[in-house]
C-alpha cells in the first residue's frame, strides 16, 4: 500500500530505442569506489513547484523515454492530490520542458484512478498504459490508457480495466503498484498495443488461506470493446508454507521465450511472512516454479526481502537487489544463475564501507548497460551520513555502478549532499530500474527532497 503520513510517504508491505535501456564462492564486502569525480547530477524537474504541487508529488520509479527522448512518468501524490502522468520533453539545449498529461481523481469518485506508482509503458503508436494503485469503478485500482491528439497537446484517458470487480477477497488482485510487461520487452520495442499485458500485485487474491498474497496477471486488449479482459495467472502463497513466495511487488520482467520473472518481498523460506522468492511464471500454463528462496542459510547473509525486479542478461542470469539481509544486514547485490545447483551469488554486501557511505537498502532492482555493468541506487546511505533520512544517521541514498567483473562498487552521487539546502538535488529514491541511454546517461527519480521538497527527476552525466 501507498500512504502518505506526517509529511512522509511510506509504502507497506525496456526498451532499447535509440540507444536507450531500461533493465533487462560469494564475493562479499568489496570495496567502494570513491564518488566519480567531475561527473554531475543535473535536475530535470523538482516536484510541487506551485503551492498544493498541481505539477506532482512524490515520485517513486524512474521514468521511461521513447524514441525521441521523451520521458514519461508518474507521481503518487500532487495534481488533485492522487498523483499525475507526467512528460519531460528536450528542448534542444540539454535541458528538458515538463508538462503534466493527465492528473487522476479527475472525475466522481475517482473513476479515472488514483496513486500511480510506476511508470507507463509506450505503444508503437506513443499511448501509454499504466496503472493506478486506487480509484476506479471498485476503488482498488485501474489499468488505464493514455492517448494523445495528432499534436500531443491533449491526452485522453480510458480505464480499461478496474480490479476487484467481484469485491472483496479481489480474486483479480487490488492495489497494483508495479511496472507492466509485454512480449517484446525484453528487445526494447514498443508494445504493438494488442498483445497480452502483463503484472502483478501484492495484495488480495485466493492464496494464504484465501487470505490473499497477491497475483501475477494478463490483461488482453479485447476488439472494439472499451473493457478489457483480466486473466491471474497465478496466485502467490497457494502452496503449503507460501513455499511458493508471498506479496509480488515489483514489476515482471520477460525473456525472449516469453517467461516472466519476478520477486516476491514474503514467503519461501518462513512461510507467508518469510523472506522472499525470485520466481518464473510460463503464462501460458499459469505454472509458477521458485528459482531461489532467500534466507536460505544462518544469518540470512544472502539477504532477504527482494523488492526491485530483476534484470537478465545475454546468457539468461538474473542480477537483482534485497533492501535488507546480507553481512551487513543493510541489503545485497545478488546474481542468480538458474541451471545451477547453488544458483545464487552475493556480488556486493552494502554498508560495508564505515557509516555506510556506500549506500543502503537497495529496493530498486539494477540496470545493466552494455558492458555489464550494473547501475542502481540505494534508499540511504552515502557520503552525507549526518543526514537523519533513515532515524539512524546513514544519509538519503546513492546512486552506484557496480561492475561484476571487477567486483567493484563505485558511489556515482550521494544524495541530499552537504552544501545542497533542504536536500536541492533530493533524497531517498525508491523503487524500479533506472534509465540509460547510449551516451552513458542515467535517469531516475528522489521521492523526497528538491528545491521544493515533493521529489525530484534527475540526469546523472558521466
Known amino acids: 500500500m501507498i500512504a502518505k503520513m506526517a509529511g512522509h510517504h511510506v509504502r507497506f508491505r525496456s526498451f532499447m530505442a535509440r540507444g536507450w535501456i531500461v533493465g533487462a564462492a560469494a564475493i562479499v564486502c568489496a570495496v567502494a569506489m570513491p564518488q566519480s569525480a567531475g561527473a554531475t547530477v543535473k535536475i530535470l524537474h523538482a516536484f510541487c513547484a506551485k503551492q498544493y504541487c498541481p505539477d506532482g508529488q512524490t515520485p517513486q520509479y524512474p521514468p521511461i523515454a521513447d524514441s525521441n527522448g521523451v520521458l514519461y512518468g508518474t507521481t503518487a501524490f500532487g495534481g488533485n492530490n492522487n498523483g499525475v502522468v507526467y512528460a519531460l520533453t528536450p528542448d534542444g539545449t540539454g535541458g528538458y520542458t515538463y508538462r503534466v498529461l493527465h492528473r487522476f481523481c479527475s ?33 482498488k485500482g485501474t489499468l488505464f490508457e493514455l492517448k494523445p491528439n495528432a499534436d500531443r497537446t491533449e491526452w485522453t484517458e480510458i480505464v480499461r480495466y478496474s480490479f476487484c470487480p467481484g469485491g472483496d477477497p479481489c480474486a483479480d488482485g487490488k492495489w497494483p503498484e508495479a511496472q507492466l510487461t509485454y512480449p517484446g520487452a525484453y528487445t526494447g520495442a514498443p508494445y504493438d498495443g494488442s498483445s497480452p499485458i502483463y503484472g502483478a500485485s501484492p495484495f488480495a487474491g485466493t492464496g494464504n488461506n484465501g487470505n490473499g498474497a497477491g497475483v501475477a496477471f494478463r490483461i488482453v486488449p479485447v476488439a472494439g470493446h472499451s473493457k478489457w479482459k483480466e486473466t491471474v495467472i497465478y496466485q502467490f502463497c497457494s502452496q503449503a508454507d507460501c513455499i511458493d513466495g508471498a506479496s509480488p511487488q515489483s514489476g515482471l520482467t520477460i525473456n525472449a521465450n516469453g517467461v516472466l520473472f519476478g520477486t516476491t518481498v514474503n514467503g519461501g523460506n518462513g512461510g507467508p511472512n518469510g523472506w522472499g522468492t525470485v520466481f518464473k511464471i510460463y503464462p501460458q500454463q499459469q505454472r509458477e516454479v521458485v528459482v531461489y528462496a532467500f534466507c536460505a542459510g544462518f544469518g540470512c547473509q544472502d539477504g532477504i526481502n527482494p523488492v526491485g525486479p530483476v534484470s537478465i542478461d545475454a546468457r539468461g542470469r538474473l542480477y537483482g537487489t534485497t533492501s535488507n539481509g546480507g553481512a551487513s544486514s543493510s541489503g545485497i547485490v545478488f546474481k542468480i544463475t538458474p541451471s545451477a545447483s547453488s544458483p545464487e551469488t552475493v556480488l556486493y ?18 540496470t545493466i548497460d552494455p558492458n555489464g555493468n550494473l547501475f542502481g541506487v540505494t534508499r540511504y546511505g552515502g557520503a552525507d551520513y549526518s543526514v537523519n533520512c533513515d532515524n539512524s544517521g546513514h544519509g538519503c541514498g ?20 552537504a552544501g545542497l539546502p ?19 546517461n542515467v535517469f531516475g527519480v528522489a521521492s523526497e527532497g528538491g528545491l521544493h521538497g515533493g521529489g525530484t527527476v534527475f540526469e546523472y552525466v558521466p
Open 349 to 366: 554486501n552494502f554498508c560495508g564501507a564505515a557509516n555506510c557511505t556506500d549506500g543502503a537498502s537497495p529496493s530498486a532492482g539494477v
Open 107 to 139: 472525475v466522481s469518485a475517482c473513476g479515472d484512478g488514483a496513486t500511480p506508482a510506476a511508470p507507463p509503458i509506450i505503444d508503437t503508436h506513443g499511448n501509454l498504459y499504466g496503472t493506478t494503485f486506487g480509484g476506479g469503478a471498485y476503488g
Open 422 to 440: 533542504d536536500c536541492g538535488d533530493g533524497a531517498e529514491p525508491l523503487y524500479g530500474r533506472l534509465s540509460l541511454d547510449g551516451s552513458g
Open 398 to 417: 546513492t546512486l552506484y555502478r557496480f561492475n561484476p567483473r571487477t567486483s567493484k562498487l563505485a558511489v556515482l552521487h550521494s544524495f541530499c549532499r
